[in-house]
């Protein structure tokens, strides 16, 4: 069942995305060559503490993975792009780091990842960080009242193919709301004018995640950790967007994206 929120029930669900998307710009800063994955783990989880919200990955145990999850933060290495489990690993010069995270403030949940690279930067690690933020930004740009949900799978599809990229279509955005998973499913692939009609109150989970050179996927033996199948670099971005009357919402803009997250999105990217 797709629940519909009033503008009011957006507007609560802005406030936690404004939390998410700030602690995000902040961890990616605490995330540096030397750094434990567990230290940015507890930091996370100090932030969240203060700010009194609730972890939406605590506790969670899906069909899938070894549950519960006991931690704040997904944090995906190299060539683990979902799902990644925090565990005792120190980040190395040239480590491509995926971090995703959900949060409910008040019974309202917002969810947002983002890729960086830690040190020196391998330009192809770049690009392919670069095309996951192109196909948001298409997909959001699609995202659009009066459309259809496979225009918002369609964008994130035609990014990857022009970056040269495939798209695995197991795991994909999800609607979103008072809890992180909700109908309908968001898909990485799809047909442009199909699916369902996009309206006023529809709030979804948009998250285009590439491999980079391939689009198959294998899961480590801790049940959770998802890596692309012949081990080549992955990123992963993220957003959680509300469709308005005016236009698409983004919830979850961070303070680095210099983007007022009030504001609907209207300008389609281009990728190069």
């Avoid at 932030?47 to 549950?67: K, L, M, T, V």
């Avoid at 599809?157 to 495939?166: L, R």
Wanted: charged share 25%; proline share 6%.
């Amino acid at each position: 069942m797709i629940e519909l929120k009033s503008a009011e029930e957006i507007g609560r669900m802005a406030v936690t995305g404004q939390f998410v998307g700030e602690l995000l710009a902040e961890l990616s800063e605490v995330a540096a060559v030397g750094v434990n994955l567990m230290d940015i783990e507890h930091h996370a989880r100090r932030r969240i503490a203060e700010r009194g919200a609730e972890s939406c990955y605590w506790d969670y145990a899906p069909s899938f993975g070894r549950g519960p999850f006991r931690n704040v933060l997904c944090l995906s290495v190299n060539d683990a792009v979902l799902h990644g489990l925090p565990h005792d690993y120190v980040l190395r010069d040239g480590d491509l780091l995926s971090i995703d995270m959900a949060v409910g403030i008040d019974g309202w949940v917002a969810d947002s990842a983002l890729s960086v690279v830690v040190g020196t930067p391998d330009p192809a690690d770049l690009r392919l960080i670069e095309a996951t933020e192109v196909a948001l930004e298409a997909a959001i740009t699609a995202a659009a009242p009066g459309g259809r949900l496979g225009d918002v799978s369609a964008a994130i599809a035609e990014v990857a193919e022009s970056y040269g990229y495939g798209v695995n279509g197991e795991f994909g955005g999800h609607g979103i709301g008072r809890t992180m998973h909700e109908a309908p499913h968001v898909a990485n692939k799809g047909r442009a004018h199909r699916g369902l009609r996009l309206v006023p109150g529809l709030t979804i989970a948009i998250e285009p995640w590439f491999c980079r050179s391939t689009d198959k996927i294998r899961y480590d033996k801790d049940g959770w950790t998802i890596r692309s199948a012949d081990g080549s670099r992955t990123a992963h971005s993220e957003h959680t967007v509300a469709i308005t009357a005016t236009g698409p919402q983004v919830l979850t803009r961070r303070p680095t994206d210099g983007a007022d997250p009030a504001a609907p999105t209207r300008k389609p990217p281009t990728a190069s």
